[in-house]
């Protein structure tokens, strides 16, 4: 752990987005709603680049989205699974502070940060025994397999700090999820991480091949459509409210112009039928599957798995070291609708890891409160 | 002729087993009074009830219970580099966990003696004694993995208020944060169910729950505190009496009972409740021979009786009115004490 005393002091300015993206491309990864990229994804809210210099060195950056109090000019500074920071550093005060003092002058009232660092870590067996046990109901009920000491040291951290946590459900309505479905890549081959897969998951890829599923990349506009339409049809079957064409048109475009492998819009198609669709994200080593969709008709022909092992295998193939399947909730209870999405995450023979969760630091404290109590009454 | 703790011995008993059998890592406590039964009784219970770990208050009361316990023995109150604590018997000094509770501590502990053994105390929001979560995590952890001294971490947590649960999540997030490289805790003050939660979802940890109140004094119909009548005088209104010459506002019997200040017996450890009501009636004993009689801890036929003057050093002076029952010389009477500062001329296990 690096300490202050030896290095000289960081500072924090507004930066370009170029030189926002320059650090985050030296990064091994980062997430992808730090990337500069991602503020013309979230047009509705003003938005800054910042970078942390040492020495003149740009040492770290964050995407700053300044969301605005009803009819007031003063925002929540929210920093969406960030800052990119060192995050095994002793020393948080040293990168927080002057962040904090920045945003104030801002006008921010509040900040909410999302360290990227890991708490714990549950296996895909803890998780399927843990589901499979009348007793265990959530996956606090369960040890886990690890728990991470850089993780542990940032929240021990931030509490010394005066930050505090939010809890995960209600609150903020673009908070990242606390727990989400990893699989590990880093030095495994496919052959590895088949062998990891539970007995369905490795016989519903074969059948898929056997079927004749064929996989591409998206290549254009009409892909993205294409993409979408079933996603639609998607959100009428499974009872969710999806999103316009419009909104994946604005991410593929700004994610693609940073970088085009940054995002991938995946088709799984049995013969003329589109049985599968989905996106993709990638930033350095990390790769997220982001959205899906899959037809009602045909599902014999298991599109869902044949497109998630192609997305797999593209990220191996990229020298991922995590292939990250996003949120999940921290049920286990076998009755909960939430468990089948889990069950399905858990096939791949990955892990579920907890967060440190996002976190607050008040600057005003009167208009946080009133916030607070805002978002409260909101979420109840 | 005295104040006696009687123990229903076979009830007690298979409460004491009834609490090591329902909590595992169970390390009981004995200091002070021995709440009230003495700490070399608890010691040999302790011994009986096959555990192997006793906690003791201070340094000077490891002598008592060394020989009648044969386990390992922590000691609560903080190792200095100063005092009783650098003149443990070396007879016993391997047996004893040491409490330490600064970070300069653990280098002059480790100076002093190479092959101690201790647990770290974290300060908990009592703030009596314990290192923070930065003092933790900035330990010099390759001193301190050097020798295989390190027996956990401790918490002292204050008297439940709440749920204890998220300051202690809070507190062994900055074990795991600190990378000592132990998963073995010693708490205090949980309760049943908290303790419950806690092994669920930090089963990959070693709990293990300090208790004194809860074990010894947790089935208090088992035990039953009495003092003898040694003396009784009828009272006229008027008639004078006691060391102040008090008179007698109106008639009855003055008893002089066994049980004193040298027992205990007037002087009032904090209740731990802070109603107006408790504080004021703390005060009104205290200020006993300002106003008139005042309630006494000593009952008859189930009713409490007033004291008659503040309480002597080996016996006391109770005021009973005119019409009531009126108890023989060598009767015994109920008395409702605070066995943890109380000390009994006898203590007698049936």
Known sequence: MSSSPLNPPLSLRSASSAEHLAHIRSQPSASFLQTPAWALVKPEWRNESVVWERDGQIVGSALVLYRQLPRLKRYLAYLPEGPVIDWETDDLAGWLAPLAAHLEKQGAFGVRIGPPVVTRRWSAAQVKDGIADDAVRRLDDVPPLERGQAGACVVSQLHELGWRPQAVEGGFAAGQPQYNFQLPLDGRTEDDVLKGMNQQWRRNIKKAAKEGVVVTRGTDGSDLKAFHDLYVHTAERDGFTPRQLGYFTTMYDALSAEDPDRIVVHLAHHEADLVAATISIRVGTHSWYSYGASSTEKRDVRGSNAIQWAMISDALAAGCAVYDMRGITDTLDSDDPHVGLIQFKVGTGGEAVEYAGEWDLPLNKALYKAFDLYMKRRSS | ?350
């Open chain 2, 1 to 350: 002729m005295s104040l006696s703790l009687t123990v229903d011995g076979d009830r007690w008993r298979s409460h004491l087993r009834r609490v090591a059998q329902s909590t595992p890592g169970l390390v009981p406590v004995a200091k002070g009074n021995g709440y009230g039964f003495g700490i070399g009784r608890l010691a040999r219970k302790t011994q009986w009830l096959g555990l192997d770990t006793l906690a003791v208050g201070t340094y000077v009361e490891l002598p008592e219970v060394a020989t009648r316990f044969d386990g390992d023995l922590l000691v609560l109150t903080p190792w200095r580099p100063f005092g009783p604590a650098l003149e443990v018997d070396p007879a016993i000094v391997r047996r004893v966990i040491h409490t330490v509770s600064r970070p300069e501590d653990l280098g002059a502990l480790r100076a002093h003696d190479p092959h101690a053994r201790y647990v770290l105390e974290l300060a908990t929001s009592m703030l009596r004694h314990g290192m923070s979560g930065r003092q933790l995590r900035t330990l010099d952890l390759d001193a301190q993995r050097a020798g295989p001294g390190l027996e956990g971490i401790a918490l002292h947590l204050p008297l439940e208020q709440g749920s204890h649960i998220g300051e202690v999540r809070r507190l062994l997030n900055d074990i795991v944060g600190s990378g000592v490289d132990t998963r073995t805790v010693w708490v205090s003050h949980l309760t049943p169910d908290e303790l419950a939660t806690l092994r669920t979802s930090y089963a990959d940890f070693t709990i293990r729950p300090r208790t004194g109140t809860a074990l010894w004094l947790g089935d208090r119909g088992a035990l039953r505190v009495t003092a003898t009548v040694l003396d009784v005088h009828p009272l006229e209104r008027g008639d004078a009496f006691g060391y102040r010459s008090r008179t007698a506002p109106k008639s009855g019997h003055l008893l002089i009972v066994s049980g004193g200040t040298a027992h205990g017996i007037g002087l009032e450890a904090p209740t731990g409740e802070s109603s107006l009501k408790a504080r004021a009636a703390t005060l009104a004993r205290g200020g006993l021979d300002a106003v008139g009689f005042v309630r006494s801890p000593y009952s008859i036929d189930g009713k409490q009786r007033l004291f008659a003057e503040t309480p002597h050093m080996q016996a006391s002076m109770l005021f009973v009115p005119a019409g009531a029952h009126v108890p023989k010389v060598g009767d015994e009477i109920d008395v409702r004490v605070r066995y943890t500062a109380t000390s009994f001329d006898s203590v007698t296990i049936d």
